[in-house]
């Protein structure tokens, strides 16, 4: 079973840039999940897609990310533009919770983006 | 409010070694569910336990082993017999049923030596 593919691995942009991640979960897994990861710290949810409906995006910076999850499976994370406290590890994850069961069940993670912010 | 800490920020081993690694949570939910991710230098997160609130049943898998008392709001995680691939940072999670949130702890970065 082929797992969360994220690209671009390693992305450095100058400040006031914009920059865009994708993400594939697993296929069939209904809830998708953005966390950013800042060096030293423990991942923080920025937002959480059930299917193509957003669940939770309580902690994204909507002044300037956004996200999509178009057809309920693939989604893209946008940050435009840029600042320098914006860099950090972009985590993708996807499970099979749906409805309250979204958050107590195995999450599945990609490798990450990395974003440096010069 | 929900929050999980983990106390020890790095801890250094030498092969063999048996460690413990703390995770203390507060919630007011009843229901909750509590887990341990490994983050090896790949980055990706991997999953290893989860525990619901109402099970604090210990857990043994392999050299892995988990503590989980309700009582003192702690899941700690131990490592027998240390190796060296078991250097990565290790997370603790708190999942509730009531907010659908999963929060986790800052991490702590193992690191065995041989």
């Known amino acids: 079973e082929a797992g969360v593919a994220q690209s671009p691995r390693y992305k450095i942009i100058e400040k006031r840039q914009s920059v865009a991640f994708w993400c594939n979960p697993i296929s069939g897994h209904a809830t998708l999940y953005w966390y950013q990861q800042i060096l030293g710290q423990g991942p923080k949810l920025l937002i959480q897609?059930?299917?193509?409906?957003?669940?939770?995006d309580s902690q994204l910076p909507k002044d300037r990310f956004s996200a999509e999850r178009l057809k309920g499976v693939d989604s893209t994370l946008k940050i435009q533009p840029a600042k320098l406290e914006d860099s950090a590890v972009y985590l993708c994850a996807s499970s099979t919770g749906t409805g309250r069961a979204m958050n107590t069940g195995e999450l599945f993670f990609g490798e990450g983006s990395r974003l440096t912010v010069l | 409010a929900q929050k999980v800490t983990q106390a020890q920020t790095e801890i250094s081993v030498v092969e063999k070694e048996d460690v413990t690694l703390d995770c203390v949570y507060e919630t007011r939910d009843t229901t909750y569910y509590l887990f341990w991710y490994k983050q090896p230098p790949s980055g990706e997160l991997v999953f290893l336990i989860r525990?619901?609130?109402?099970?604090?049943q210990n857990e043994i898998s392999g050299r892995y082993s988990w503590n989980f008392q309700k009582s003192t709001s702690s899941f700690n995680f131990t490592i027998t017999a240390s190796q060296v691939v078991d250097s990565a940072v290790y997370f603790c999670a708190l999942g509730s049923s009531n907010t659908g949130k999963l929060i986790f702890g800052q991490g702590t970065t193992l690191q065995v030596k041989p």
């Open positions: 897609f059930q299917n193509n409906g957003v669940v939770d």
């Open positions: 525990r619901n609130s109402f099970d604090e």
